[in-house]
């Protein structure tokens, strides 16, 4: 069975501080997504990304993969009360025939004004 | 209507009524999917169809019953549920089967569920 976990699972920051969310397994991952999913809506997806040691960045949000694919970060530079959100990171196992993803327990991001 | 839209948004039922989710994608996509969410646990991959034809059922009780009659619908048929199946349902759609290359999934807003 292959876990991610991630951390941390809360996070209250204020608006402009720099924050990094893990996300880690001992799992290869063929691919592994993040999303933000806001109270009231499913989540989305903001990114993905494949290549082992792959970095994305997405304005002030850097996403990056692990070298091996078991792991990722996802940094947010100068955060913003609309940064607020749960903030979910989902991996495709490398032996998924229909391409289940297995999804982190999430982080809660708070920004305050 | 765009995107994955899903229907009601909040149910309150008993343990013994029998009540249905619905799903609708209007992104042409041939896969579709089922999560539940609870609180502190990750998303649980309930069913898989793609082109109709049910792919994946991930160890899911008898009392959730799934049906997709077209590539555009899907719905979540619930008897005698339990307490503890309260959670918010999260349909999705890709436009092919996820194939471990990252292929988008797009959720629905979700059902808010409680059983009382």
């Known amino acids: 069975t292959q876990l991610l976990e991630q951390s941390p699972q809360f996070l209250s920051i204020q608006e402009g501080e720099n924050l990094t969310v893990y996300c880690n397994s001992s799992?290869?991952?063929?691919?592994l997504q993040w999303y933000r999913q806001e109270p009231g809506e499913g989540p989305v997806l903001l990114v993905t990304?494949?290549?082992?040691?792959e970095v994305k960045k997405l304005k002030r949000l850097t996403f990056q993969f692990g070298d091996a694919r078991k792991d990722s970060s996802l940094h947010i530079t100068a955060a913003q009360p609309g940064d607020t959100g749960l903030y979910l990171c989902?991996?495709?196992?490398?032996?998924?025939?229909?391409?289940?993803?297995?999804f982190g327990q999430g982080t809660i991001l708070t920004v305050h004004p | 209507e765009t995107g994955v839209t899903q229907t009601p948004r909040h149910l309150v039922m008993g343990m013994t009524n029998k009540k249905s989710l619905k799903c609708e994608q209007h992104?042409?996509?041939?896969?579709m999917y089922w999560y539940k969410q609870s609180a502190k646990k990750p998303l649980e991959l309930m069913f898989v169809?793609?082109?109709?034809?049910?792919?994946e059922n991930n160890s899911v009780p008898s009392r959730f019953s799934p049906e997709c009659p077209n590539s555009s619908h899907l719905f979540l048929h619930l008897h005698t549920l339990q307490p503890e199946d309260s959670a918010l349902y999260l349909c999705?759609?890709?436009?092919?089967?996820?194939?471990?290359?990252?292929?988008?999934?797009?959720f629905g807003p979700g059902t808010r569920l409680l059983v009382l």
């Open positions: 799992s290869v991952f063929s691919s």
């Open positions: 992104l042409g996509h041939n896969a």
């Open positions: 989902a991996g495709a196992g490398v032996s998924t025939s229909y391409g289940k993803l297995t």
């Open positions: 990304v494949v290549t082992g040691g």
């Open positions: 999705a759609s890709s436009q092919d089967l996820l194939a471990g290359g990252g292929e988008t999934q797009y």
């Open positions: 169809y793609s082109l109709e034809e049910r792919v």
